[in-house]
């Protein structure tokens, strides 16, 4: 099983979408295991977004996510960084297809209501920042074998 690091960032929140983009995870049969809200301080955003240092967009990058509230969540289940990837669509909102989640509800590039990991290794550096071990929980739902296949 794979983990990915799902965050619902400062517009996501305060646009009220944060059960709508969480029931999207849920339906496609990933498994939560860490949940919190976040007020992502200077530090916590540098040390996210530090792929990213050095780019014109870097301090707007930071200024939004330190802007208000972030959900940070933790899904897990078979290839869960790219199955999440899919369900979120393109980084542009304006290009990602309906029934995606920024395809539904973004128009923006930066303010495009979701962050996910890019890659098993990232997501696993990202989940470290975001989350003590003993904040995410181990346990196997009753319909594990019809969701996963197994």
Not at 65 to 89: F, N, Q, Y
């Amino acid at each position: 099983m794979q983990r990915t690091l799902i965050l619902i960032k400062p517009d996501g929140v305060q646009r009220r979408l944060v059960g709508t983009i969480t029931h999207r995870f849920e339906q496609k049969g990933l498994r939560l295991v860490g949940l919190k809200l976040v007020q992502a301080s200077r530090d916590l955003g540098e040390k996210h977004y530090a792929v990213h240092k050095g780019k014109p967009f870097y301090d707007s990058l930071l200024q939004f996510l330190t802007s208000g509230p972030t959900v940070a969540l933790v899904w897990e289940g078979r290839e869960a960084v790219t199955v999440a990837r899919t369900l979120m669509g393109a980084t542009d909102g304006t290009k990602s297809p309906p029934a995606t989640i920024r395809g539904d509800f973004a128009l923006s590039v930066q303010n495009n209501l979701v962050h996910g990991s890019d890659s098993p290794e990232n997501a696993a550096i990202e989940i470290a920042l975001w989350f003590r071990p003993d904040e995410l929980v181990n346990y196997t739902p009753t319909d594990a074998p019809w969701i996963a296949g197994s």
